[in-house]
């Protein structure tokens, strides 16, 4: 019987006879040898289908509207270029995702960009580039464009609005209640709107709402709809992003179908027929399309069994910031029976440093492969140096081909900065 974690790894995985897993025809270990571990590996295939998934579902139900990439859930230039090549926008949070979109080819008129405390700098950025859209947050970002952006042009932007909506899913990442930092209020969103709109150099495109992140209940992301609808007529809506993922046997979030189709349902019934929809999926457009590959360092048969990798928190904040559950399993022993609990532990001082808690595993040795499946979101966001660490690369493989897109930090890169 096939090992039940490939249903969490991109579609073309598969295991070799001698019970070793294979990922678009290239296998872990050949994979480990070239570019070492911790690698995260990303099925591009799988990559670039989710984009178009989501693209011909959003295109189906309402013809105006786009995807724009929430860039903040895969930060790297390979990730956005393959978006970009699909014909998607990008959401950024800041000038260096701008950037970084921008060298990845993106039409700056199909550019978002967020922030809660976006500083003069990346507006002015933002501005130059001549992006399509600025979502303002604040006043502040108001006054600040106002002095940016050059007489005679104008910028266009939305109104983030708190849609006052709760959301089941875990509090760091819920964002659409009242007392979020994140928008304003629907009074003192009025009150912007009518500023914006006296505005000689700020062009009054519409609002937007974000409910959260990691929401498998498509009606709670389509909860922010009436409240937007209540501001007023506007040419565009953006509704967020916030789907949830796929990373463990028990999770069931709502397919892309179901997702779109909720939303759109709501849009129906409350948004001007000729509106302009645009969401903005992060985590479930990569989660599911990498894995992150690990050697094991250490295993430590004792109050428990600690199975030590060669990463943890250094490349995955997840585990230790959300509680996310994941799974894993020994990527060249796919055929051994699971024969002991473990604990799967990271190599940083931290004891929250804890990638997976508890799992069955076969009995594990030193030198082990060991895969963590559902890894493509918010993994190299925050990658860091903890403890020394160097950054993993980012690997892309296609038909049997990899290629690194990132290259993983040498011990040099960690001195670069030295004065
Ligand atoms: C984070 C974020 C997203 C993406 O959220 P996911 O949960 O990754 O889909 C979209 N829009 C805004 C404004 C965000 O802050």
Redesign the pocket.
């Known amino acids: 019987m096939a090992h039940p974690i490939l249903d969490l790894f991109p579609p073309r995985a598969a295991v070799d006879p001698d019970g070793t897993l294979t990922i678009a025809g290239g296998r872990v270990d050949d994979l480990a040898r070239e570019f070492g571990t911790p690698a995260i590996v990303v099925d591009e295939a799988s990559l670039r289908a989710r984009a178009r998934e989501y693209r011909d579902a959003l295109a189906t139900g309402w013809p105006n509207a786009r995807v724009v990439f929430?860039s903040?859930?895969f930060p790297a230039t390979a990730v956005q270029r393959v978006m970009v090549e699909e014909g998607l926008g990008l959401?950024v949070?800041g000038g260096g995702e701008l950037l970084s979109g921008l060298r990845a080819g993106v039409d700056p008129a199909l550019v978002v960009m967020?922030g809660n405390a976006k500083t003069t700098e990346e507006l002015r950025i933002a501005v130059e580039a001549r992006i399509g859209l600025v979502?303002v947050d604040n006043e502040d970002d108001v006054d600040r464009l106002e002095q940016l952006v050059p007489s005679g042009t104008v910028q266009g932007v939305l109104v983030?609005v708190v849609p006052e909506v709760a959301s089941s899913t875990h509090p760091h990442?819920q964002?659409g209640q009242v007392g979020s930092k994140?928008g304003l209020t629907a009074a003192a969103a009025r009150l912007l709107i009518a500023r914006i709109e006296a505005s000689p150099l700020l062009d009054m495109r519409g609002v937007?709402a974000?409910v959260?992140?990691?929401?498998m209940d498509p009606a709670e992301l389509a909860a922010a709809v009436a409240p937007l609808a209540a501001l007023g007529t506007f040419p565009v809506y953006d509704l967020?992003?916030?789907?949830g993922a796929r990373y463990t046997y028990e999770d069931r979030p709502a397919s892309v179908d179901e997702y779109v189709g909720t939303l759109l349902a709501a849009a129906r019934e409350h948004l001007p027929a000729e509106a302009e929809l645009i969401i903005?999926?992060?985590?479930?457009?990569v989660n599911g399309s990498a894995f992150t590959l690990y050697t094991v360092t250490t295993v430590k048969r004792d109050a428990r069994n600690f199975v030590a990798v060669d990463g943890g928190m250094g490349d995955n904040l997840e585990a230790a910031m959300y509680d996310q559950r994941y799974e894993a399993a020994l990527a060249g022993r796919m055929h051994d029976e699971d024969a002991e609990d473990v604990v799967v532990v990271g190599r940083h001082c931290e004891s929250g440093d804890v990638l997976v808690d508890p799992l069955r595993l076969p009995a594990a040795r030193v030198g082990d492969l060991l895969a963590v499946p559902a890894t493509g979101?918010?993994t190299h966001t925050m990658a860091n140096n903890y403890n020394g660490y160097r950054r993993p690369p980012v690997v892309f493989v296609r038909d049997g081909e990899a290629r690194a897109v990132i290259r993983r930090e040498t011990w040099e890169d960690l001195f670069g900065r030295d004065v």
């Open positions: 929430a903040k859930a959401d949070a967020h979502v983030r990442v964002t994140f937007h974000h959260g992140s990691q929401i967020g992003g916030g789907l903005e999926p992060g985590r479930s457009m979101a918010y």
